[in-house]
């Protein structure tokens, strides 16, 4: 592999070809755990850094891209997560990040508000939704 790299990569005075390479390979990592990351916050804090990384590469491993934004990339985390206690904390993260993304309709204006009848049915806004989660997981 080395005679690979070298072939492409050129080494100077103080890294070889191999060395300079491994560089941009660790960079796409830590862009794509930081990817991760900014996304699941509390998660992060809940399992510290060290376990945080450990747990997305893993999580990588069997979730690859498919997508062509980084975006998508913790889309699958909290079922990923479905036998794991913070599947909770990722979960409420997954619904922030949906709904900064998703449409919003415009609210009621004051005579739609004042014409509602007993059996009008509002509704939630698109962006927004109920989770159903076993303990106070925004505290």
Known sequence: MSGVVAFYVKLNSQLSSFE?????NRQYWFCVIGAVSEDYLA???????????ALILAYL????STSFTLRDLG???P???ANH?????????????????????PPLSAAEFAS????????????????DLSYPVDE
């Open 79 to 81: 079922t990923w997560l």
């Open 20 to 24: 300079r390479r491994e560089i941009y």
């Open 43 to 53: 998660l992060n804090a809940v399992l510290s850094l060290k376990r945080f990384d």
């Open 75 to 77: 889309g699958k985390l």
């Open 61 to 64: 491993r069997e979730n690859p």
């Open 116 to 131: 509602l009848m007993r059996d009008s049915v509002l509704s939630l806004q698109p962006h927004l939704q109920l989770l």
């Open 85 to 105: 206690p913070e599947v909770e904390v990722a979960r409420l993260e997954l619904a922030y990040v949906e709904a900064f993304d998703r449409a919003s309709l």
